[in-house]
């Protein structure tokens, strides 16, 4: 079975400070996808970064990166020079490779406040 | 904008009563995922559709049912509504990305209330 953990109900920044929004997983596929996405108050979902499991270096998308670490099946998003309107829900999610008709699943989500 | 139509965007309706929610993909795009958002249980993954056949199901409902037509939309069609029902509906549809990762582009969903 899979699972994601998000442990970090809400986070609190002010602008210009980097944040790193925690997830932990767990899955019996050898190879796997890694996702975050963002959802503003606007309800949409939006894709930020993906990392695959046998990627040699972690992803990066601008002001986001994935620090990912294998051994300890970890994959916290960084956001660097936090700005206003990254306040947002952000989800962790997961997906295996090798199956046909596995679906993406979600963590319960963190909620980021960011400052001035 | 994601390219992933949804409607309609808020429906309200009363307990009993069957409603269609509707996706239409991405250009290109032959899957269709469905899922449900709610405060307690967060984001459950409903059913995927492939080209017109099923493909995964998830935590759906014997009251919910979905179908992918020939020109790729969806629908999800749920009927015997109870309270619990409300929920934001959203549709996603999938590009594969590189080393074979798939990518899910989200529509902006349904506000489903069950009154």
């Known amino acids: ?116 | 904008d994601s390219g992933v139509t949804q409607t309609p965007k808020h429906l309200i309706t009363a307990t009993g009563q069957r409603v269609t929610l509707r996706c239409s993909p991405r250009s290109g795009d032959l899957s269709v995922y469905w899922y449900q958002q709610s405060l307690d249980q967060g984001l459950q993954f409903l059913i995927q559709y492939y080209n017109g056949e099923e493909r995964a199901k998830g935590n759906i409902l014997e009251r919910f049912s979905a179908q992918q037509f020939p020109d790729l939309h969806s629908e999800l069609n749920l009927s015997s509504l109870e309270l619990g029902d409300s929920a934001l509906y959203f549709c996603a549809s999938s590009v594969m990305n590189r080393a074979g990762g798939e990518k899910l582009f989200f529509g902006s969903g349904t506000q489903l209330s069950v009154l």
Request: with cysteine; charged share 15%.
């Open chain 1, 1 to 116: 079975a899979q699972k994601i953990t998000q442990t970090q109900p809400g986070m609190f920044v002010q602008e210009k400070e980097a944040v790193t929004l925690d997830c932990t997983y767990d899955t019996s596929d050898p190879s796997y996808g890694l996702f975050w996405y963002k959802q503003p108050s606007s309800g949409e979902m939006i894709f930020l970064i993906y990392q695959g499991s046998y990627d040699q270096q972690n992803a990066t998308e601008g002001r986001y990166s994935l620090n990912f670490q294998k051994a300890r099946k970890s994959a916290n998003l960084v956001i660097s020079a936090s700005q206003l309107g990254d306040s947002a829900m952000y989800f962790c999610a997961m997906r295996g490779l090798n199956q046909a008709g596995t679906a993406l699943i979600f963590g319960k989500g963190t909620t980021l406040s960011v400052s001035s």
